[in-house]
């Protein structure tokens, strides 16, 4: 569900303001980020459409806004990244095989493994939310699941659902955890690592 509302206050400096919805209500912040039409300033009293989200800290925000009167532009259809799907696949491959060689024990592989499928699942219950205007779920949860294991299914939904593949911030905390948790299992797998492996045995 879209809501509409005014700018009651806009930083240019920062680039942030507050909408006031239609029918009242508290105010609800903005950034330019989440404008589709960010070349156009708003200013006060402008009219904008939008929905909900929650921004890192848990606050509400709006997202997906366009001035009114402005025709939406029809989005083409995003290409599916088969570089991140093809490497979530060969990263779980990696782990499997590493499991049939001795290197890796069981409990973690199907640590990865159910991780994943539930990072999946976030992302598609997220986008349904999204569809719906209902509460998003926070960008610091999808990013934890993807920090503990889960960035494959994180990688594949992103494409596959075509959802949280665009915005750039949430792109680049992303691959951090892409490289953070690789890194982490890397350590895991060497000389000073491997007695910690003895913890999922």
Known sequence: MRLKGKIIKWNSDKAFGFITPNGGGDAVFIHKTALENRSRTPK???VITFSITKDNQGRFCADQASFSGEKIKKKEAKQIST???YLSILFIALVIAAYFF???PQKLVLIYLGVSFITFLAYA???SKAQRGAWRTQESTLHLLALIGGWPGAA???QMLRHKSK???FRVA???TVVANSAALAWLMSAHGEPFL???T
Do not use: C, R, T, V
């Open 156 to 158: 594949i939904a992103q």
């Open 174 to 176: 992303f691959w951090f």
């Open 167 to 169: 915005k750039a911030e």
């Open 102 to 104: 001795g290197h890796l």
């Open 198 to 200: 003895s913890l999922f």
């Open 83 to 85: 570089f991140s799907i």
């Open 44 to 46: 006060i009293n402008d």
């Open 125 to 127: 219950f997220d986008k």
